[in-house]
T-cell receptor, first 113, second 112 residues
Framework: DQQVKQNSPSLSVQEGRISILNCDYT??????FLWYKKYPAEGPTFLIS?????DKNEDGRFTVFLNKSAKHLSLHIVPSQPGDSAVYFC????????????FGTGTSLTVIP | DTGVSQNPRHKITKRGQNVTFRCDPI?????LYWYRQTLGQGPEFLTY????????KSRLLSDRFSAERPKGSFSTLEIQRTEQGDSAMYLC??????????FGPGTRLTVL
């Protein structure tokens, strides 16, 4: 049972434009969410997080939005750069799961120069 | 480099052999996690440790899998009698209490 879903397997964006990556979850108990970026042959690299007490968190070019009523989060990258090309995973956890994270299947972002 | 390290980075083995992977977490992190990732999927949780105690195991962790963290520092993941279905990337992550998990580069296992 996939509790975290990323329905877009791939996304292409022109350099300088905004990239929007989406993630949906089914478990209403999830209270902490993260985005990871992964290059081939490397482990996931932490990008940005948000807890359920917020609806937005910003870090430089990266902003994560959380809509708890819709059980939806999104990652905005603006402006997009070619170095942002990677696979992006969203992950969610709940305190009762002991910090076990559930990951989506990833979205492959290609930023075209 | 004070990040999470994993060894070996790649392992090729024949079906039926035993393999062991090692993970060295970030030194001040007391929580350590093992995940498995297959092609086209996100990482799937296998097990986690708080200090030396193994607190949770996924149903994915069959009895051929065993993990240890004997002194609350590094951890090992052993797979006995490997099967072709065990071929995957095995990822280790660590965190300080409840919070962001930082991943190592992974060990890619290929079972022939």
């Amino acid at each position: 049972d996939q509790q975290v879903k990323q329905n877009s397997p791939s996304l292409s964006v022109q350099e300088g434009r905004i990239s929007i990556l989406n993630c949906d979850y089914t478990n209403s108990m999830f209270d902490y969410f993260l985005w990871y970026k992964k290059y081939p042959a490397e482990g996931p690299t932490f990008l940005i997080s948000i807890s359920s007490i917020k609806d937005k968190n910003e870090d430089g070019r990266f902003t994560v939005f959380l809509n708890k009523s819709a059980k939806h989060l999104s990652l905005h990258i603006v402006p997009s750069q070619p170095g942002d090309s990677a696979v992006y995973f969203c992950a969610a956890s709940a305190q009762y799961t002991g910090n076990q994270f559930y990951f989506g299947t990833g979205t492959s972002l290609t930023v075209i120069p | 480099d004070t990040g999470v390290s994993q060894n070996p980075r790649h392992k090729i083995t024949k079906r039926g052999q035993n393999v062991t992977f090692r993970c060295d977490p970030i030194s001040e992190h007391n929580r350590l996690y093992w995940y498995r990732q297959t092609l086209g999927q996100g990482p799937e949780f296998l097990t986690y440790f708080q200090n030396e105690a193994q607190l949770e195991k996924s149903r994915l962790l069959s009895d051929r899998f065993s993990a240890e963290r004997p002194k609350g520092s590094f951890s090992t993941l052993e797979i006995q009698r490997t099967e072709q279905g065990d071929s995957a990337m095995y990822l280790c992550a660590s965190s300080a209490e409840l919070g962001t998990q930082y991943f190592g580069p992974g060990t890619r296992l290929t079972v022939l």
